[in-house]
């Protein structure tokens, strides 16, 4: 498992406009070539008199689906270049689509490149990045008197809360990023003067907007 890495924030689309043609990116993360495929085939459908609707993706921990397709374009006018944005911005599970109405001006092949890379760059804008960060849960079990205290240090720490259970006892759920567990152990511990317990409970990753 990644300890890190970049995806879209969310789905997204954009238009932009080259020598009358019209180029609409839409953008998507995705988890599966499955997902990614049943993505590519709603903007068909959605756009299915559009001159061309191309399309690229890279999905998995270490890239290893990469697909491109230039859908009637010249070979490698289109889905090679849009895939490239995705590699150039390390996006990991990404599908873009890149839709064009023809405008009656031919743009040549350095000029289709041109316009495929922008219209992708401009969707994913659209769409935002982020930078996913796996992170371990905890639960700490402490008594109400150090409520105040744990809480408070908690909220001016690096370490994020992600819940506050009050039953017998105050449980809290707070994250800690891989590589500072035993930090984090050693630190609550001395505020507590070692009475708080100290579960981890799986890990999860936390999201951080980057564009």
């Known amino acids: 498992m990644l300890t890190s890495y970049h995806t879209v924030k969310s789905y997204g689309d954009n238009e932009i406009s080259i020598q009358r043609s019209r ?46 397709n230039d859908d009637g374009e010249p070979s490698g006018t289109a889905g090679v270049p ?9 996006l990991k599970d990404t599908v873009v689509v890149v839709t064009r109405y023809f405008g009656g001006v031919k743009l040549g092949a350095g000029g289709l490149i041109r316009a495929y890379s922008t219209a992708t760059s401009e969707g994913i804008k659209a769409a935002g ?32 809360i992600k819940a506050i259970d009050y039953l017998d006892q105050v449980v809290i759920s707070s994250y800690v990023h891989i590589g500072e567990e035993e930090a984090f152990e050693e630190w609550l511990t001395n505020l507590t003067n070692g009475q708080a317990g100290i579960e981890k409970s799986g890990t999860e990753y936390l999201e951080r907007d980057m564009m």
């Open 129 to 160: 990045v982020v930078t996913r960060k796996l992170a371990q849960l905890y639960k700490i079990t402490i008594d109400y008197h150090f409520l105040g205290k744990v809480e408070n240090e908690l909220r001016s720490s690096p370490y994020l």
């Open 82 to 90: 849009m895939l490239e944005v995705l590699k150039q911005m390390k």
């Open 23 to 68: 180029f609409i990116a839409y953008v998507n993360r995705v988890t599966s070539e499955e997902e990614a495929q049943m993505f590519i085939e709603t903007i068909k459908k959605k756009h299915w008199n559009a001159t061309h609707n191309c399309s690229a993706y890279m999905i998995g921990e270490n890239d290893q689906i990469q697909k491109a």
